[in-house]
């Protein structure tokens, strides 16, 4: 039996607000953490080597929520394989988020059995 993919961690968390900025303001403010970019009302900061990302409340129905957890595999394509195998049912296909030479950077959700929305994220290969 071959070793099932694995998951390098967690990428990113993000957070949603009606006032993204207000909440921005307190995590980086009160809390110190280190803002690293700050676009399209989305402001990504350094949380200990994952990012926390907070931005508007979403607007697509594939991630509702206001708190989404993305996880890097560290080979996305077998991952999304493993995990279609044992049964998960992905919201939506997957998204391209940018392309760097020979290996693009990718998002594909899914809900846990508790419904909170899930994203892998990672970079795959495409050459």
């Known amino acids: 039996m071959s070793a099932r993919p694995k998951l390098k961690g967690l990428a990113q968390v993000a957070l949603a607000s009606a006032e993204p900025r207000e909440l921005a ?3 980086r403010e009160t809390l110190g953490l280190e803002q690293v970019l700050e676009t399209s009302d989305m402001t990504f900061f350094d949380a200990g080597g994952a990012r926390l990302m907070i931005g ?3 607007t697509d129905p594939a991630m509702p929520g ?3 957890l993305y996880f890097e595999p560290e ?3 077998a991952y999304e394989r493993d995990l279609e195998t044992r049964g998960v049912t992905f919201a939506a296909p997957t998204q391209l988020l ?3 030479g020979e290996r693009e950077l990718v998002l594909r959700p899914f809900k846990d059995p508790a419904g909170h929305v899930i994203a892998l994220m990672g970079w795959r290969w495409t050459g």
Do not use: L, N
């Open 75 to 77: 080979d996305f394509a």
């Open 98 to 100: 940018q392309k760097d």
């Open 66 to 68: 206001d708190t989404i």
């Open 25 to 27: 303001s307190f995590y």
């Open 56 to 58: 508007p409340s979403p």
